[in-house]
């Protein structure tokens, strides 16, 4: 459990310099100049993501459970799943309705995910990830919202041909990774 919470520290605290010392991010990336910060950035990121994943799979191995949530709360993930892909292929590709609306769809994409999987997963270790994920997601759509006002930021239109592929795209990519991504990757079989 330790190295859960050491990389979840990691990872989520790097990825919320945004949230929480903006001006010491931006003032660190004009002193040490873009490809040092990205590099700095992309390291801590990895080191975040393989320390908290390697807690995760120890901590399964004699897992706490909290709860059994019920098995038709597969049927709503897989739903809210289709949704997260789609949100999050959305910040992807240009001029699509959806990021055009919701101006976020990246980080609204990884809280429909967390909410997924805490509404499937009741062990401790399960909830302490997918939980953290979601309060970190808020807090930066909440960042974000806030910069964007403060910056008067507009978003242009987007148009029906790149909305229409962003949904297919997203549909295809949550089919797959459903079907037979996850299941190597993390060793669970949603469908």
């Known amino acids: 459990m330790e190295f859960l919470i050491l990389g979840l520290m990691m990872f989520l605290g790097l ?8 001006g010491w991010r931006s003032s660190l990336r004009a002193n040490i100049g ?4 990205k590099c700095i950035y992309g390291l801590g990121s990895i080191a975040g993501f393989a320390t908290f994943l390697r807690g995760f799979f120890e901590a399964g191995r004699d897992p706490e459970v909290l709860w059994v949530p019920p098995s ?12 997260s892909f789609i ?3 959305a910040a992807y590709i240009p001029h699509n309705s959806i990021k055009a609306r919701l101006h976020h769809p990246m980080t609204l994409g ?5 909410i997924a999987h805490l509404l499937t997963n009741g062990q401790l270790h399960e909830v302490i990830l997918f939980g953290s994920f979601l309060v970190w997601s808020v807090m930066l759509l909440r960042s974000a919202i806030q910069r964007d ?3 008067g930021v507009s978003y242009p239109a987007g148009s029906t041909g790149a909305t229409v592929t962003t949904v297919l795209l997203g549909g295809f990519l949550a089919l797959a990774f459903g079907h037979w991504i996850h299941q190597a990757l993390i060793g669970v079989k949603p469908f």
């Open 15 to 22: 990825h919320s310099t945004r949230i929480f010392a903006d």
């Open 34 to 37: 873009e490809p040092r910060w």
């Open 72 to 83: 038709y709360m597969h049927h709503v993930a897989a739903v809210l799943m289709m949704l």
């Open 87 to 89: 949100l999050l292929t």
């Open 110 to 114: 990884v809280m429909v995910w967390a």
């Open 149 to 151: 006002a403060a910056a």
